[in-house]
Nanobody, 122 residues
Framework: QVQLVESGGGLVQPGGSLKLSCRAS????????MTWARQAPGKGFEWVAS????????VYSGSVKGRVTISRDNAENMMYLQMDNLKPEDTAVYFC???????????????WGQGTQVTVSS
């Protein structure tokens, strides 16, 4: 059974930084393709970034590329999203999920965490 728990969200000023964490349970985490997605207020789910097993296997959406870094620590069953130069439009609930993101997704599955709120505001 997959369990994913996000943390690290909060309120930050425009231009600030946050690092989100995702703790995974259920083996074998190291083989999982992992993704960050988000949902802004009143909007649908949006893909943010994904990565495979290790370094060099990261992909980013155009809206965040250059401002966020996805990473993972397979030994600790952890995934991270370092977000820099945050903008008000980054305000959303951020979710980690096992696997890829399907465009048009309208609901979370058991492979998703519960999410962590990120608010970018002055």
């Amino acid at each position: 059974q997959v369990q994913l728990v996000e943390s690290g969200g909060g309120l930050v000023q425009p231009g600030g930084s946050l690092k989100l964490s995702c703790r995974a349970s259920g083996l074998p985490f190291s083989t999982w393709f992992m993704t960050w997605a988000r949902q802004a207020p009143g909007k649908g789910f949006e893909w943010v970034a994904s990565m495979g097993r290790g370094v060099g296997d990261e992909v980013y959406s155009g809206s965040v590329k250059g401002r966020v870094t996805i990473s993972r620590d397979n030994a600790e069953n952890m995934m991270y999203l370092q977000m820099d130069n945050l903008k008000p439009e980054d305000t959303a609930v951020y979710f980690c999920l096992r696997g890829g993101f399907m465009t048009g997704t309208t609901e979370r599955t058991s492979n998703w965490g519960q999410g962590t709120q990120v608010t970018v505001s002055s």
